[in-house]
């Protein structure tokens, strides 16, 4: 789901700034970048370049989730300059009246003014001397999903200044990190939340967010990216950038779309989010000793034919980002890109040169994502139908936006004590094992937890049948040749149900994903893929074959599977096969079942030989378990470490 690309500027000028932009991530070997642009305070222009995902062809769009990196930094200066317009906040108080845990420094008290200004004295990471690795450590692995601003600033407290504050400028995210404690402290609300309140809830932003390791993949999250010797290879680095930004999510962890960065920058210049003489002093050259800084409350500042021009820059693992900016004119250019390692100043440039002269639109983009999800309907309606088995696929339209699905069923049609379950981005789900010869009610709705905060849609129509008083055996032999349609899951979901055999992709890490049909690494468009989804250094999960088997009938039980292997022949992924008779039985480990020639391989197995040696059988939930590991080196040119299974037979006598 890429979005709507919006193009309401002349012909010519759409014509120009895409050729810019085409030009340069040409140059540069940019994979994939959304940009906006914003003429007399409306935005006139959003649109994807390039790929959001270069191996899948997935491409970038206004919908892409991109790292937004320091351009946080403008908006932690925003929400600070909004608590000093309310009174909140006193911008020329020492910095510890609000942290006091932030050491006494022997160069002499912060303001929170020079926080704002990069005067404060603080080092950009370990400018001069280290900062507490073991901190960041800690902190790191004590916050999965929450941030603590407090907390965070026991990764750099200790670390001396480099120079007496107010007398020197220096870049710092360090200094936006305290600036964010001292947010909190002053209006006594999470930092995360004062910002979600007063700018994202505010200004109806879409998408942003702060990104936490154990959300990602995000929804339509761009790929990662690096340059390295002119050519853009995957960047699977390793180092904290990778693992986590949001220790220092006022100066460099926010998340989100183009859409939210043009919704940003309009409210900005609009007065919207600040009042004209605050927005004045934030779009103000800082001096020190008579000599500009450049540098104004979270931007930067610079003159181009007559015309004050804030920016702000990102650079972080995976993303490159750039708010280039006329506050008087109110014009401006936006991109967010996936790829390090690159330069966007010099595309912004040329669009705003040539933006200046162009004359106002009479119509603009709007947010092209509602606030509502739509109601979802059934791929086939039941009214009182009479099932044979005690087990229903229930299969659904999947619609805009979705990205999960709460299914719930009850046998009280006013789903007084429902059972719920949550899909993952599918459009079905078999619910099993219910109440025999009894009348059953099935209802779902849409989900999507990271738009506007997390929104749900009304319940669609409500599934009435009767169960029957069987569960469905396996008709062997049993072929699956991973045929479909395309499709892509990140988190732990129901792929395919037949009767008898259902598969199920389960993750260990965030980073495995599986994607079939068109999108898997198949020549011919079947196949199902496992691989590691770019930006991660590792993933490991595993794809679950469950055959309700009858033990009376079968005396052999055969498997048989082919894949194929990508990646480089140094670090092929790792594939395992596991076998159990029951839900109850540990698994027994088939190494010996998988041969591999280069860059093929099968999976042979007696089951029930196998099952046999170790006094289990099969029967009800028998369950056959293929296990990933994938991880290669920080740049490597080789493709993502893949595994794609492309046919699976079960025969038994």
């Not at 699905?405 to 619910?431: C, M, N």
């Not at 319940?459 to 009435?464: A, D, G, I, L, N």
């Not at 040749?481 to 009767?499: C, K, R």
């Amino acid at each position: 789901m890429t979005g709507q690309n919006c193009e309401l500027t002349t012909p010519a000028f759409t014509a120009y700034a895409d050729s810019i932009i085409q030009q340069e991530m040409q140059k540069q070997q940019v994979v994939g970048l959304s940009a906006a642009i914003i003429r007399n305070g409306e935005v006139v222009y959003m649109k994807g370049h390039g790929y959001a995902d270069r191996d899948y062809q997935i491409p970038a769009g206004v919908a892409t989730m991109y790292r937004f990196a320091s351009l946080s930094k403008t908006i932690t200066a925003t929400a600070v300059l909004q608590a000093w317009q309310k009174g909140q906040l006193d911008l020329i108080a020492d910095v510890r009246t609000y942290v006091p845990e932030y050491p006494v420094k022997p160069e002499g008290p912060i303001s929170v003014e020079q926080l704002l200004s990069c005067e404060a004295g603080i080092q950009q990471y370990n400018q001069e001397t280290p900062y507490s690795l073991e901190n960041q450590v800690r902190y790191i692995l004590e916050h999965p999903a929450s941030y603590d601003p407090i907390a965070a600033t026991g990764i750099f407290a200790e670390q001396p200044l480099m120079a007496v504050p107010g007398t020197k400028f220096n870049y710092s995210t360090f200094s936006f990190n305290l600036l964010g404690a001292a947010l909190a402290r002053a209006t006594g609300t999470p930092y995360e939340k004062y910002i979600d309140e007063n700018i994202i809830r505010k200004m109806n932003l879409p998408y942003l967010q702060p990104e936490f390791r154990a959300e990602r993949p995000y929804p339509q999250q761009a790929a990662w990216y690096r340059v390295v010797d002119g050519v853009a290879i995957a960047d699977k680095g390793t180092g904290f950038d990778y693992e986590d930004v949001s220790w220092k999510l006022p100066g460099g962890g926010y998340t989100g779309t183009i859409v939210d960065l043009a919704g940003f920058a309009r409210s900005l210049m609009n007065d919207s989010l600040l009042s004209a003489p605050v927005l004045q002093k934030m779009f103000t050259v800082r001096e020190i000793k008579g000599r500009p800084t450049w540098y104004g409350n979270g931007v930067f500042l610079s003159k181009k034919n007559g015309l004050i021009i804030a920016s702000q820059f990102g650079h972080q693992a995976g993303a490159r980002s750039i708010l280039y900016m006329s506050p008087s004119t109110k014009d401006a250019v936006l991109m967010l890109s996936n790829t390090y390692g690159t330069d966007l100043l010099p595309a912004a440039q040329a669009i705003m040169d040539k933006l200046l002269t162009l004359a106002p639109p009479d119509t603009f983009c709007d947010n092209p994502f509602p606030n509502t999800l739509e109601k979802v309907t059934w791929v086939k309606k039941t009214a009182g139908d009479t099932l044979l088995y005690r087990e229903y696929e229930a299969r659904w339209n999947k619609v805009p936006n979705a990205f999960r699905y709460e299914v719930q069923w009850d046998t009280d049609k006013a789903f007084s004590s429902p059972r719920a379950t949550v899909i993952q981005d599918a459009g079905s789900t078999v619910l099993r094992k219910l109440p025999e010869a009894t009348t059953v009610y099935v209802r779902v709705r849409a989900l999507n937890k990271y738009l506007y905060g997390g929104i749900k849609g009304p319940w669609s129509e409500v599934q009435r049948f009767t169960t029957g008083t069987e569960l469905p055996i396996v008709h062997l032999p049993y072929r699956n040749a991973f045929n479909g349609s395309p499709f892509v899951h990140m988190g732990d979901t129901l792929i395919q149900y037949t009767n008898g055999v259902s598969w199920r992709f389960q993750q260990t890490d965030k980073g495995l994903r599986i994607r079939g049909g068109s999108l898997s690494l198949a020549e011919k468009n079947g196949g199902w893929t496992l691989d590691v989804f770019p930006g991660n250094t590792q993933a490991s999960g595993y794809l679950i074959m469950e055959c309700r088997l009858d033990a009376a009938l079968l005396q052999t039980l055969l498997l048989h599977i082919d894949f194929l292997l990508h990646g480089d022949p140094t670090d092929r992924p790792q594939l395992m096969c596991w076998v159990r008779g029951s839900l109850q039985d540990p698994w027994v480990h088939l190494p010996e079942a998988i041969q591999v020639k280069e860059n093929t391989g099968t999976i042979d197995a007696d089951i029930v030989r196998s099952l046999s040696e170790y006094g289990q059988t099969i029967g009800a939930n028998t369950q056959i378990r293929l296990g990933f590991y994938g991880g290669n080196d920080a740049f490597s040119y080789a493709p993502q470490p893949a595994v794609t299974l492309l046919d699976c037979l079960l025969t038994g006598k």
